[in-house]
Each structure stands twice: as C-alpha cells, then as structure tokens.
C-alpha cells in the first residue's frame, strides 16, 4: 500500500552567521528580523551588541527573542527556552507554570499557528478529518476564561482541541521521508518575498506535553512546540543550506543576486504560518527552486558543497516519487463532494499499491468494487450515484485535472466555465496546458509549471502512467507546451512593465527560466511550430488565442497578450474619439480667474517679479489649452503649478456646472489633489470597484466592455497619472461616457508605474509631437508647465539638481550646482552631506541636528518638537499632525543599514524611550496604550498608514463615532489614548491623527502576523512611499554603487521638498552623474506600444558598453549607441559620426586651470592636436538661460577656448532661435573640425587657466 509522507515548512528569522547557534555579529544592522512581532517587540540592541557573536546556550541572563523565532536551526547545541503561559495571568490559569523547553541541537521548534487559530477550524475540519475536537469543550473553556472581548477570541483554548489538532497536523510527518523546507518571511533582499534558505529531512518529531502546573485549572491546556530534529549539519551534509550572508554581501555592494535566490512556492498558505503543510507537487517546486538558485550562486563565487546538489538529485528522485500521478485528487474529490477531501485522498492514497494510480483506487470504489479498511467508508451509495450521473467525458476531464496540483477552486472555475477563456472538457484532453492560457487573465490563474511537472516531470511514472490525453505530449517542444510558455512568460513580463516581447528578449526569457524539462528554444523551432510573433494576429475583438502580434518601430514583429491588446485599443478609442471632437470656446474671464486665484504679483519677492510674469503667461496658455482641449496631457515637474490650474479649471462655473470627476490613483494622492484642488476626490479603484471593473481582494483591474454602468462627467481630471499603469487607465476610460474633456495630469520624470506600460509618458510623448518648440510649450492636446520654484531670482538649486535626473536638455548654467556642490558652497535650498565612513545612523543625527537642532540628550523632547510637538510644561503632540511634514528622511531601500527600517528603528531608540517606557508601564498605573507590533509604536510616533481602509473607524469632535476614508500612504501621529479620570483601566486604543485629516482620531491595531502591520513607523520613507507627498526638509539617504538605484528615482527623491533636500551621499558625489543619463533610465527599459512601436537598442556610455536594453523611441541613441538628451544633439551625433568617426565623447568633464568643472556638450580632438568643444544652445530665448551662457562662454576664454580658437582648444556653437538647419550645422563643423584624421579624445580634460595680463 502507499505510504502517505507529509512535508512541512518552517519559518525562520534572517540571522547575519548562518543560524549556527550564536548571536548576530551585528546585531543592531539585522533590520530584517525586527519585522517579525516577537523580534520587533522584545530585542533589545544594546544587550545583544554587547554578547554580539557569543554561543546562545552561554548568553547570560535572558536569550535574545530570536530564539524562539527558530534562529537556532543549525546550532550544534542544546538550548534551554524558557516559557510563560500568555493567558497564565488570569484567573481560570493561574496554576499554570513556567515550563522550561528543551531544544536539541540541529532542532527547530514547529507550531502550526494557522491550524491554533480558532478562526480557521472549521474550514480546517471540513478539510481534515480531526475526530476529538470539540466545539463544546472550546466555548466552555472561553466562558471559563472570562474574556469578554471578541478580540480575545483568536487561538483555541481548550487543551484536549489543541492536542487533536497538532496531532492532526503531524500525523503523516514521517522520519527519513518528510521533507522539511526553511524559508525566511523578510530578508535583507529588496521586494523578495519569502525566500527558501535550506532543506532537509525530519530526522525525529516530539509532540508537545501538557503545561506543567501547580494547582488544578479549570479546562487543560497543551503546548504547543513540536519539537524537529533535521538531517542538514553545516557542512552541507544531510541537506542543503545556501549561502545566503554571501548574497547578501553582494547585494549590499550593488550586485543583483536575484538569480541565486530561491523563491518558495506561492500556493494557498503552504510558506506562511510558520509551520505549514507542503505539498508533494510543491516539494518538487521547492527542490528545483532551491537547485536553481544553488548553482547561481556558485556563479557568483559562492560556495555550495557538493554533497548538497547530490543530496538535492537524490531527494528530487524521492520527492517525484511521494508527489505520484495525482497531486490534485484533493480537489477532485471535493468537487465530487467528498467529505474531508484532504483527509479522503490521503486515504485514498494509502489503500492504493506503491507507484500505482490512485484513480484506479477511486474509480474502483465508485463503481461498487470492495476496498480494504477504513477507505471503503468513503464511496457511499450517494458517491456512487453522483458518479454513475458523470459522463465519461467528464470523469476523463476530472482524471485529468487530478493530474496536476490545483486547487479546487480552480477545479471549479474550469468545470463552472468562469475561467476568463472557456476551456471545454474536450478542449482539455487535447491540451492540458489549456489551464494556463484559459486562465491567464483569472484572479487565480493556473500556474505554467504546475501543469508542466504533471505533463513533462519524472520520466519513469509518466512512462507507467501516461497522461490521459488525446495526443500524446511526446516532445519537450510540443507546440501546445511551447505556446503556454510563452504566454506565461508574457504575464510575467508585462508585471515588470513590458506590454511588447521581442522575439530576441522572449527567446532569452525562456533561456533564463528554469523548467522541469529543459525547451531548447530557437526561432527555427518556433518558425516550424507556427509559433513565430509574425504568426499572431492583432485583432482586439478576438479572444483567442492569448497571445497577439504587434510590430517594432523597424517593421519585425512582436509578442504581445492579447488583453494588452484590448487594454491598448480602449486607450486609443477614447483618445481619439475625444480628440476628434470640436473643441471648447474658451470664456473671456478665464485669465482673470487664474490671476484671482493666484493673487496679486506684487506680493512675490521683488527679485522673482520677472520671472513670476513668466510663469503666469504659460500657467495662462496651459489653462486656456486645458479648457479648449477635449483629450489634454499636462504635464510639469513639481512645484510648478499644476494643481493650481486643475483647481482654477474645475471653479469656473461652465465647467462646474457640468459635472467634474477628480481621480488619483492611489489615497494619498487622493487626499492630496482633494485638498489642493479643494474638490471631493476618488482614487481610481473607489471609483471603478462600482462597477466591477476593480476587485479589492485581489488588486486587479479589469476591462469589461459593459456600456451600461458607464459613469457620465463634463470634465475628469486624472491627478498623478505616471502612477497608472496600461489597465488601470483602460478601465478608467471603459468606465466613462466620453466627457466633455479629459485631462491627465503628471510628470513623466517620476517612477514609473508599479505594473504594465508607462501609458502616461507615453501619450504625453505623442501629444508633444505637435509641438513646434517654441515657449509657451503648448500644443492642442498638450501642455508643459517649465517654470520651476525660485528664491530671490534665480532658479533654486535643489531643483537645478534635480533637473538633470529629469530626462530633459539640461539649461544653460545647470552645471554650476554640481561645482557649488563640490564645493561645499552654502545653498538655501540643497545642501549635499558626505558619509565620510560614518554609519548612516550617524550621519541622521548630525544631520538632524545641524539642520533641526534635534539632541540626543533631552529625552527626545527637541525630536518631537521638529515635527510638531509642544514641548512646554510638558511634551504634547495633539497639534503634531498638522505639522508632521515638516520634515521627512527617503531611503530608495528598505532594508540595508541604510533602509528605512533601520533608521526608523535608531531614531526610535534614540530619541523616543522615555515615551516608549511609560507605554511599557505595567499594572493600572500605565496611561497611554501599549506599544503597537514589531515597531513598538507608542504615543508621538510619527506613523504611515499601509492599507487603504473604505471603513476605518475613527472618533472626532464634530462627528463622533463614525467611520471614513483612510488611504495607503497617510502620514500622522499617535496622539492617544491618553488616560483620564473617568477610565477604569489603561488605555487600550491606538489613535492616530493624519495630516490629511485633522481632528480624527483613527483607531488602529495590529492584525495577522502574516500581514504587515496596518501603521509604520515614519520618520524614514522609502522614495516609493512619498511619491504624491510634499515636505519641507528631505533628507535623502544614498549609499555607494548608486547604479541601483534608476533615474526616476532620484528624480522623485529630489523633487520632494518644497523648502530643501539635504543629499547625503557615501559615494563621490560624481557618481550620479552616471544616472543623469539614459541608460539609468526605467522608463526607458520598458517597452510599449500605446501610441508608437517601440525600437529596443543596446546603448554605451563614457563608462564603457551598457547591456541593458531601452526603447530609442524614449531616448535619444546615436548609431553608434551613445545617449544624448535632446533631438538636437542627436542630430549633432549623427554629424560627428560623419566627420570625426570614433573620435568625440559626449559630456566629457572639463575641468579648468581653476579647479572647476564644466561639462561640455561634445569633446572632438583632431590628429594635428586641436581639440574643440561643441555646445549646442537649445534655450537662448530665454533670457536665464542666455544669460548663464554668457558666464559660461567666459569661463571658457579663461581658460584658453575661444570660438577663434584659443592655445587650449576651440569653442564651437550651435542654436536652433531659427529652426533646426541640419545643412548649415554639417557644413560649419566641416570647416571647424575637417575630415581629416582624428585621434581619441582622453578621458577627463584639464586645462590650465590663461593668464592675464
């Protein structure tokens, strides 16, 4: 008979030596562990840094938290943990006793916390067949208790209920056979989800015992901790580990590792809990991901031993063996009706001989045939009759669902027909892989390579047991499994933001991908399997198949999802359509309007008055293309005004009138464009989740056709639109009656959208194709707001800055912030801070004290005080919120030392114990709520909330009790509970008060420790947070080998502030130089076909050649692979290419006789020694920019570069005031530079200063 063999998996906490039964090296920098609530709660750094390194079982005094988190799971030795009853303080279990744990070495302790959740049992019963629990003997044990809160209600209480259920759970968890998985839920690796860090074998399961006690209590109580003893030792004997701190270190020196991590399989809950059930299907997924990713990091010089791959083949033998041909006879029979199915295919399993079919078992018992034992109880008359009533189409089409691990709420979707492609019972015995591709675009989609495990896995069963299919799969070139992955591969590309594949990426795609049965992929083989992109057609009224044809910009041909496909032609219609339309008479008063909103210019700093003039003349020729307009992208950098011309737009009573539709697409943008348009606002999911076109349990946007739910608006404003990604925005349109106008609004120079497309940047590219370049930049359908923020005059430099990470021609005289800069020149707005090999804590805390006068020596009384507390008599925080962003730190990272994390953790220790010590108070005497999850926040923490909440309950003056809005990204401060006299226990409640909201009180508490906490801690952001957010001071945080972090990035980084941005840099600070350019550019990696083909070109830098791939659509790319920034330049390019082939470098530092560096716009030396420096002056009519290239042209004659041709070379000038001549430029440089012989130029230039006389 079959031998039923349970897998598990086990959480443990990320630990800096290996889980070797010591503590941390580094303690303080762990900023993983610290998310996990029992880590986050109770370390205490100080102590740890001060036994940094030392053996557990010697640590004195009480061991660190992570010891019961399973840290110990490679320690050679015995660890004693004590333990408390977390009930034993009440009545019903105060002769409960401390029990002392004994954990052996090579041990981990497992708890299967899902299946202890009293929530979860009857579902679990219903699936598991768990004879001795009873419901009578828990309610009597909660009456008992004493607990008059349902909140009190989460883990089963009664001693008898716990022991069944953990005697349920480890039932089938077989010595030498079971296969134990361990995995890390956070990790010092950015957005990697839950990683496989080893495996082994269970080498001995111990059940827990009852709790030890000294007198009776009124129900029993059992322990939880089932003790493991694993076969993995550190040598890589017995098992696998990886080497994860070695990939760490390489990821924190700006290597990407991604290739050498191993992700756990994604299927219901089997890696969350921290003990969970591991499917035989998902074993083998495990094994290979943990295979994969072994011999990855042997690529990158990391050691894994031999023994551990030879022990992985050996495993994945056996694990193919207990996975059999029936992995998803659980949700076969549950569709069958089956009582208990997970319970009834184990059963089924063990009555049926060893590498047999089960489906012989089950169909013997269905048809009446006798079955040995406890099985036959199985197949009722009932059974039997619902099965006699089954076609055999349909039992063959259930057969082969059983072949493959699904769940049966994907069984279900397929015999239901609700899968987003119908897939008939006979469709699916042709082509199993079918389930992906008809489900492609379900909320639940089946996944490519659970099917491919059931149709290419271990030779040996399928030779037994071959799929019962139509025609056979015989070839691992099969078209039907090579059209599944490619399909599947396109869902994955387009989550990283491609919407096209090209046939060259797709064929390296699948190269990279790891399958159970390696697809040699080529363009012969997809040619003669009609597989090639030229093969697909692009029609958006069809269906089928998923996958869909598109074109590059040369005319070859492209992948592209056919729902994409649907998504780009909604876009298109609606643009079109309103585009084609008359457009608005624009009223006589809207200028006056504006100039009322704006007030009077007299009020501006007298040395801003010209350039104020300036920007109200474009603010008016935008608002008047915005009213006219029917289909208008507006487009400027922040602090420029475009909210201000929304809110003037929306006021004017024709427009008023007829309905307006404010939408963001996230809450705080929301909140935000409410605010500052003073308009009622929506974010997109509010607004579409109406009418079914968003599912807020799964996040996904849908595109439905339907014309009779379509919401009808005079104008819709579209705030923050870069964020939204091709769907999103498709739905949007799917959900309109076409308005009077539609108007998107944003900066393309910011993130790109987190999804598919860059929709956004790329109808504000098209629209700006109608522009013909002069200022005001307006043209029908677009306009730019240029004019950026000023002080005293002149252009500020934070924003100086951060236009050279903008993607534009950069101005004239723009290059002198990067001097001030190395200067250490003192700057209002920018000021720039070297580590200078301090940590970055340290460099927070001069920063803050430098910038904000902040001490660490007052318990933290100036801290609160930067964001808003009142701190005479005593320290008060209820008018914090509305000063909370005064100031904020961004990190691009969350982990690191120098993630946010980390910094919210240091800033919180160092300057808010005195808060968190009065919220540790025991007894009645304390007087403000407890400290809240793993961050412990406490009263006066600055926070952030996490989730969007429709209904959050919230207390205020005005309202009372009531419930409201709360958006994902609010940013607040605790300010209660605080106790009063009429209370008669401490408070219980977490308020928060956000910025957006003042006068609320929103109550928040912390929900499954599966789940980030609903609030975090928020002195520190990540840049992706604080996108759509504004402050005064920014602190950006920017640690060494910045080529991780892209463009847009520090674009948004530095764009934050609406006073100062404080740059604190650990590399030189010509580093980001690099990232100015195209090739940091993650816009530009993506491709897209919205409104224009993309053309994917490899491009090189001055650093050398750049393999990274981007759209010369997006960029400008010279022949020859050299990014510029402007058309123009491109032109100039081309010219150089022409006459100085291989002879000129673009941007090439220039650094002068006087120590400062300019940055010419190309560099050309000629064989007879000349060297000439062409700058092109794109911006001469105006009067700041020509006015900077005076100061510039002087520099160069200071140095000896003349247009006549100084001792030091010669300047060269073009401009474009007339137009752009081609003929003319071509025919000037001949003259200037000749076709004769040329030498290289060198790599940074430096010329003495002339002398004067």
């Known amino acids: 008979m079959g031998n039923i063999v349970q897998h598990l998996s086990v959480r443990v906490p990320w630990h800096d030596s290996g889980w070797n039964g010591t503590v941390c090296i580094d303690p303080a920098r762990n900023t993983s562990c610290v998310l996990l609530n029992n880590i986050g709660e109770n370390r205490n750094d100080g102590f740890e840094e001060s036994v940094a390194g030392l053996p557990l079982h010697e640590v004195p005094k009480k061991l660190p938290p992570c010891v019961e988190e399973r840290v110990t799971f490679l320690s050679p030795h015995t660890v004693h943990i004590p333990k408390k009853h977390p009930y034993g303080w009440t009545a019903a279990l105060e002769g409960v006793a401390e029990a002392t744990l004994t954990l052996p070495a090579w041990s981990v302790h497992a708890t299967p916390y899902y299946w202890m959740a009293r929530v979860n049992t009857e579902g679990l019963i219903a699936e598991e067949r768990v004879d001795a629990y009873s419901d009578e003997a828990e309610q009597q044990a909660f009456e008992k208790i004493g607990f008059k809160s349902p909140d009190r209600m989460t883990w089963v209480l009664h001693g008898d209920n716990q022991k069944a259920l953990i005697e349920t759970f480890f039932r089938h968890v077989t010595p030498k056979q079971s296969l134990v998985f361990f995995y890390l839920r956070h990790s010092p690796f950015e957005d990697s989800g839950r990683l496989l860090v080893g495996a082994a074998l269970v080498d001995d399961v111990r059940l827990p015992d009852r709790w030890p006690t000294t007198k009776p209590t009124t129900f029993p109580n059992h322990m939880w901790e089932t003790t493991l003893r694993h076969t993995l030792r550190p040598d890589g004997s017995g098992g696998i580990l990886l080497p994860m701190q070695d990939l760490a270190r390489l990821s924190a020196q700006g290597v990407d590792v991604s290739a050498a991590l191993a992700p756990a399989p994604e299927r219901d809950r089997e890696f969350s809990y921290v003990t969970e059930h591991v499917s035989p299907d998902s074993a083998v997924a495990a094994l290979m991901s943990l295979r994969a990713a072994a011999l990855a990091a042997r690529e990158f010089g990391c050691e894994v031993p031999s023994r551990s791959l030879d022990w992985l083949d050996a495993q994945m033998n056996a694990a193919w063996h207990r996975r059999g041909v029936a992995p998803g006879l659980p949700a076969v029979l549950h569709r069958l009706g089956f009582e208990h199915p997970a319970y009834s295919a184990r059963l089924i399993v063990a009555a049926t001989p060893e590498d047999e ?231 006589n008063d809207l200028e006056s309007a504006l100039d009322t909103m704006l007030g009077p210019l007299e009020k501006h700093d007298p040395n801003d008055i010209e350039l104020e003039r300036r920007a109200r003349r474009e603010k008016t020729a935008a ?118 106008r539609l108007i998107l609004v944003g900066d393309p120079r910011q993130l ?65 912030v990067w001097e001030r800069i190395r200067r250490g020149d003192e700057m209002p707005s920018l000021r720039a801070v070297s580590w200078e090999g301090r940590s970055p804590e340290q460099v927070i805390d001069d920063v803050l004290t430098e910038e904000l006068g902040v001490r660490t020596d007052d318990d933290g009384r100036s801290f609160a005080a930067s964001y808003g507390a009142t701190v005479e008599p005593h320290v008060n925080y209820f008018d914090a919120a509305a000063h909370i962003e005064k100031w904020q730190i961004l990190s691009p990272f969350r982990n690191y030392t120098y993630g946010t994390v980390r910094l919210n953790r240091h800033l919180k220790e160092t300057h808010r114990g005195f808060e968190l010590r009065k919220a540790q108070t025991w007894g009645k005497s304390r007087s403000v709520p407890e400290p809240l999850g793993p961050e412990r926040i406490v009263l006066g923490d600055k926070v952030v909330n996490t989730r969007n909440r429709s209904r959050a309950w919230f207390w205020s003056k005005a309202e009372g009790e009531s419930k409201g809005y709360l958006a ?155 990014l510029v920034r402007s058309k123009n330049e491109l032109i100039i390019a081309g010219i150089l290419e022409e006459l100085a082939p291989g002879s000129w470098v673009y941007e090439q530092p220039l650094v002068g006789g006087d120590g400062r560096t300019r940055v010419p716009d190309f560099t050309i030396t000629t064989a007879d020694g000349r060297t000439v420096y062409w700058e092109h002056l794109g911006m001469l009519d105006n009067p700041a920019y020509a006015a900077a290239w005076e100061k510039k042209r002087a520099w160069y004659a200071e140095q000896g570069v003349t247009e006549a041709g100084g001792p030091l070379g010669v300047l060269f000038t073009t401009d474009d005031r007339e137009g752009v001549d081609e003929p003319r430029w071509r025919e000037q440089a001949r003259e200037i530079i000749g076709k004769a012989r040329v030498s290289s130029p060198r790599a940074v230039k430096r010329v003495a200063a002339k002398k004067k006389r």
């Open 752 to 816: 790109p959208p987190i999804g598919e497309g860059r929709p956004f940047v790329d109808l504000e590219r098209a629209a700006r194709a109608g522009h013909d370049g002069r200022w005001p930049a307006v043209a029908p359908g677009w306009a730019e707001l240029t004019v950026l923020r000023r002080q005293q005059g002149h252009i500020r430099d934070d924003l100086m800055l951060a236009k050279w990470f903008a993607g534009d021609e950069i101005p004239e005289g723009f290059d002198d």
């Open 968 to 1122: 994902n990204g609010e940013i607040g401060v605790v300010i209660g509970q605080i106790k009063t006299k009429a209370m008669k226990k401490p408070p219980w409640k977490t308020q928060v008060e956000y910025s957006s909201q003042l006068g609320r009180r929103f109550t928040t508490s912390m929900g499954s420790s599966e789940t980030d906490a609903p609030v975090e801690l928020a002195w520190a952001l990540t840049v992706h947070k604080a996108q759509g957010s504004e402050f005064g001071l920014v602190v950006v945080m920017l640690p060494a080998g910045a080529r991780r972090v892209s463009r847009e990035l520090l674009y948004t980084a530095l764009t934050r502030q609406t006073d100062r941005v404080v740059l604190c840099h650990e590399g030189p600070i010509d580093e980001l130089l690099e990232l100015t350019r195209a090739s940091g550019s993650d816009t530009g990696r993506r491709m897209t076909d919205l409104t224009l083909p993309p053309a994917p070109v490899a491009v090189r830098t001055s650093a050398g050649p750049d393999m990274s791939r981007l759209d010369a659509g997006l960029v400008h790319v010279s022949k020859t692979g050299v």
């Open 357 to 587: 079919d089960p489906w012989t078992t089950l169909c013997a018992g269905l048809e009446g045939k006798r079955l040995p034992g406890e099985v036959r109880k199985l197949f009722t008359d009932t059974r039997r009759k619902i099965w006699g009533k089954t076609s055999q189409l349909g039992r063959d089409a259930l057969r082969m669902m059983a072949r493959f691990d699904l769940t049966h709420e994907q069984v279900d979707a397929v015999l239901d027909r609700q899968t987003s492609v119908i897939l008939e019972p006979d469709e699916l015995l042709e082509n199993p892989y079918y389930l992906v591709t008809c489900s492609l675009d379900d909320d639940d989609p089946v996944d490519f390579d659970t099917v491919d495990r059931g149709c290419f896995g271990s030779p040996e069963l399928l030779s037994r047991h071959p799929l019962p299919i139509t025609d056979e799969l015989d070839d691992p070139v099969d078209v039907r499994r090579v059209e599944a992955l490619l399909a599947s591969e396109l869902a994955a590309a387009a989550s990283e933001g491609d919407t096209v594949v090209s046939l060259p990426d797709m064929l390296g795609r699948v190269e990279r991908r790891a399958l159970v049965r390696p697809l040699p992929l080529t363009r012969q083989i997809l040619e003669g399997l009609d597989l090639e992109p030229e093969y697909f057609d692009d029609d958006p009224n069809e269906s089928w198949p998923v996958i869909a044809g598109t074109r590059l910009a040369d005319g070859s041909a492209a992948y592209k999802l056919r729902t994409l496909l649907l998504v780009r032609e909604t876009i298109r219609e609606m643009s079109q359509m309103l585009q084609g339309q008359p457009r608005h008479a624009v009223p």
């Open 623 to 740: 608002l008047r293309e915005l009213y006219a307009g029917r289909f208008t992208v507006l487009n400027g950098p922040a602090g420029t005004g475009k909210t201000t011309l929304i809110k003037a737009l929306i006021h004017h009573p024709t427009v008023a009138n007829r309905g307006v539709l404010l939408v963001a697409p996230t809450g705080k943008a929301r909140v935000q464009l409410a605010k500052k348009a003073d308009h009622d606002a929506v974010t997109v999911a509010q607004f579409l989740a109406r009418t079914d076109r968003y599912d807020g349990n799964t996040g996904r946007y849908r595109v439905t056709g339907d014309p009779g739910d379509r919401a009808k608006y005079g104008t819709v404003v579209v705030d923050e639109a870069s964020m939204l990604t091709e769907t999103m925005l498709a739905a949007l349109m799917d959900a309109l009656v076409p308005p009077g």
